[in-house]
């Protein structure tokens, strides 16, 4: 199983195919845990602007704010789903990151 929020595979990280004709690439989209994450100094001494959002989470549906009802079902898939690769990874016998 596989969840993805966008309609393409990659994370926040992107290469455009098809703008300019060759491969872009557009960097990360947005960068995560700002208080711990390295890359938000090094954004910071090299130039790029840093925006920061509001702490509070938001889930949406399309473009419409999640229902309670579909916030919990997340929730109950994403742990699930965490659950499921933690038991994979632990009969595969891999090492501990």
Same mark, same amino acid.
């Given at each position: 199983?596989?969840? $993805?929020a ?5 994370? /926040?990280?992107? &290469? *455009?195919?098809? &703008?300019?004709? !060759? =491969?872009y *690439? ?11 994450? =390295? ?11 840093? *925006?920061?959002?509001?702490e509070?989470? /938001?889930?949406? !549906?399309?473009?419409?704010?999640? &229902? =309670? $009802? @579909?916030? &919990?079902?997340? $929730?109950?898939?994403? *742990?699930? !789903?965490? @659950? $499921?690769?933690?038991?994979?990874? @632990?009969?595969?016998?891999? =090492?501990?990151?």
């Amino acid at each position: 199983m596989l969840i $993805e929020a966008q309609n393409r595979i990659g994370g /926040r990280a992107y &290469t *455009d195919h098809h &703008t300019f004709g !060759v =491969p872009y *690439d557009m960097g990360c989209h947005w960068l995560n845990y700002g208080n711990l994450n =390295p890359w938000i100094d090094y954004g910071k001494t090299n130039g790029f602007a840093i *925006d920061r959002v509001p702490e509070e989470y /938001r889930l949406f !549906v399309g473009k419409m704010k999640a &229902t =309670p $009802e @579909e916030y &919990t079902a997340y $929730e109950v898939t994403y *742990d699930q !789903v965490t @659950e $499921e690769i933690g038991r994979i990874a @632990e009969k595969k016998n891999y =090492p501990e990151c």
